[in-house]
């Protein structure tokens, strides 16, 4: 539809927007395009019409030269024609050396070059697919290899984007429609205004909650800029903490939880968050109790590997498949995707806050898990010492 048949007070569809000139239209529709394709035969002719400008230059010098040479030394008819035929030959020596240099310069110089500009174009179109040739010699290559490296990163990130949103979209669907469906059936007279339907409303709207202020958690985590409160945390009254938290679940379960600290533990003492480290082991130990058997263990261990603190949640469980290992941290994952939320599951974003929440501390967390055996999730913290004198 033209802009000018737009209805309304405002002719065009989006005010705060100017419509674009028929160039404009041009160059973002076909403008790049045509450019990319036709790029390299450009580049080929400019450094073409430069070398054979220089040839020009050079056979007119060279037969010049032949010229002043011969009427300068005044010599007879045979050394005119030696100093011409030395001269012509110089003259198309050197501009076929200037050929051969201009192929080899268009070779190993404008071409990979043509080619890592066209493949520019090409992403910032949105083509995050585009590679180039890596087999290029000396920096060329180098920089081949790091355009793809860049490529792949950005196409990967765009898909962690929409994988993201999806699953976002999926989480919050399902309690929304019992929601919908909770009230409607109440203003409808199907469901009673009852506490029954009332608390499963609102059980749902708490769920969205959480769910949301996880979102906020991790998004904030991941840029750098959530909030924490640095202390000296003593690892051995961390360990107790969670323990304390969790022994009612566990002895419910008929799981054992128990603390194994191997060292001194006076020594082992990090500067971090005590809320959000308590927060990751809390996340893990709670998913060790979801997937251990009764009669199982869980076991809270600490010690000292060189300069840091080692922190390890090792159950006896079910364990994890190894192709779904390196997919644990990911946002949304769940080992049976079958399982949702409303059975226990929780929304998939727990181990992907605590990886965070353990980057956050200069730290890293690694899993090892072998099916039917159990699984252990390691911690690693850079501890400090402090002065018991």
Not at 50 to 61: D, H, I, T
Not at 285 to 293: I, R
């Amino acid at each position: 539809m033209p802009w000018k048949n737009y209805p309304g007070g405002d002719k065009r569809p989006f005010p705060h927007r100017r419509p674009p000139h028929d160039w404009q239209r041009w160059h973002a529709q076909r403008g790049p395009r045509q450019w990319r394709q036709r790029r390299p035969r450009f580049l080929f002719f400019r450094m073409a019409s430069v070398f054979g400008l220089m040839a020009l230059l050079v056979v007119g010098g060279m037969l010049a030269l032949a010229f002043v040479m011969t009427r300068l030394f005044e010599g007879d008819g045979k050394t005119a024609v030696l100093v011409w035929m030395g001269g012509c030959g110089l003259a198309l020596a050197l501009p076929l050396l200037a050929f051969v240099l201009a192929m080899r310069a268009w070779r190993d110089i404008a071409a990979p070059l043509s080619e890592v500009m066209g493949a520019a174009d090409a992403v910032a179109l949105g083509d995050l697919s585009t590679r180039v040739a890596e087999n290029r010699p000396g920096e060329f290559g180098g920089l081949a290899r790091s355009f793809n490296h860049m490529a792949a990163e950005l196409e990967r990130a765009d898909q962690q984007r929409r994988n993201l949103t999806a699953d976002v979209a999926h989480e919050l669907r399902t309690p929304l429609h019992i929601i919908q469906g909770n009230l409607e059936g109440i203003l409808d007279g199907v469901y009673p205004a009852s506490p029954e339907h009332i608390n499963d409303t609102l059980e749902e709207t708490q769920l969205l909650a959480r769910l949301v202020e996880d979102l906020r958690t991790l998004s904030l985590a991941e840029t750098g800029q959530l909030p924490m409160r640095r202390e000296v945390v003593s690892i051995a009254e961390l360990l107790a903490d969670v323990q304390t938290s969790f022994s009612g679940q566990a002895e419910s379960a008929a799981v054992d939880l128990r603390i194994a600290i191997s060292g001194d533990a006076t020594q082992m003492s990090i500067m971090g968050d005590n809320d959000r480290l308590d927060q990751v082991l809390s996340n893990l130990t709670a998913n060790s109790l979801q997937h251990t058997p009764s009669s199982g263990s869980i076991t809270l261990k600490a010690k000292l590997v060189d300069d840091s603190v080692q922190i390890q949640v090792q159950d006896t469980g079910e364990g994890i498949a190894s192709e779904d290992l390196p997919y644990i941290f990911d946002r949304f994952w769940r080992g049976d995707k079958a399982r949702t939320h409303h059975d226990g599951s929780g929304s998939g974003l727990g181990l992907a806050i605590a990886k965070q929440l353990v980057v956050a501390h200069n730290g890293r967390i690694t899993v090892t898990s072998t099916p039917g055996a159990g699984t252990t999730f390691t911690i690693s913290l850079p501890q400090i010492k402090l002065d018991t004198a």
